[in-house]
């Protein structure tokens, strides 16, 4: 049974550059849940996807974007990235949109020069 | 915004030592999670707690939810090396415009000397 999977698992970006991470949810579960992590932080909650639209969304700017297909896999998308987008970005999934534990994957770690 | 606080931000016990965590949002919750990770990991679910003056208990580890549902607690008895890592709590809005939305501590790390 596998797991919540996201790719890559690093990613060295520049600033004003424009990066794509995936998330694959765990087998079953259709919510995904995006979270940025800074170093020594909680995650920090950036939006929700269920049923192939954004339910939710915390208090990320629009340079953040998101996708979630047919089979429950997403995207986050972050445009004109800046250096303080530099963090760790964790992809959780459940099932149902509300009061679930999640799963989260392992992340991306995305550093911007 | 909702926040949620967490003390203390670092712990350092000797092992067979107690270690309490503790979590306070500004706002009312619906239920709370807690999360541990281990360093370089991800977080991983721990326990959630819904209704008001919750207990639960997990082997050698306490959790309780506040009567007002507005804090919670994590208690480790006599903690051991594999107790090693940050613990969150995270708690999900019960209305306003934190409604259904998770909000993470920012985590107690937790050191365990043998």
């Known amino acids: 049974d596998a797991g919540v999977t996201q790719s890559p698992t690093h990613l060295i970006k520049t600033r004003g550059q424009q990066v794509t991470l995936r998330c694959s949810p765990k087998?079953?579960?259709?919510?995904v849940s995006w979270y940025q992590q800074a170093l020594g932080q909680g995650p920090q909650f950036i939006f929700q996807?269920?049923?192939?639209?954004?339910?939710q969304r915390g208090n990320f700017p629009d340079r953040f974007s998101g996708h979630q297909f047919p089979n429950y896999s997403s995207e986050l998308n972050v445009n004109a990235l800046l250096l303080g987008d530099s963090a760790l970005y964790l992809c959780?999934?459940?099932?149902?949109?509300?009061?679930?534990?999640?799963?989260f994957g392992d992340g991306t770690r995305l550093s911007i020069l | 915004g909702q926040q949620v606080m967490q003390i203390p931000q670092y712990q350092h016990v000797q092992e067979g030592e107690d270690f309490t965590t503790y979590c306070n949002s500004s706002?009312?919750?619906?239920?709370i999670q807690w999360y541990k990770q281990r360093p370089g990991g991800h977080p991983v679910f721990l326990i959630q707690?819904?209704?008001?003056?919750e207990v639960k208990k997990q082997k050698r580890l306490t959790f309780q939810f506040g009567e007002a549902k507005k804090n919670s607690s994590l208690h480790i008895t006599a903690t051991q090396t594999t107790d090693v890592g940050t613990y969150f709590c995270?708690?999900?809005?019960?209305?306003?415009?934190?409604?259904?939305?998770?909000?993470f501590g920012q985590g107690t790390i937790l050191t365990v000397h043998p």
């Open positions: 707690l819904v209704k008001s003056g």
């Open positions: 995270a708690g999900r809005g019960a209305g306003g415009t934190s409604y259904g939305k998770l909000t």
């Open positions: 959780a999934s459940s099932f149902g949109a509300q009061n679930q534990p999640q799963h």
């Open positions: 996807y269920y049923e192939e639209e954004e339910r």
């Open positions: 087998s079953g579960h259709d919510t």
């Open positions: 706002t009312t919750l619906s239920n």
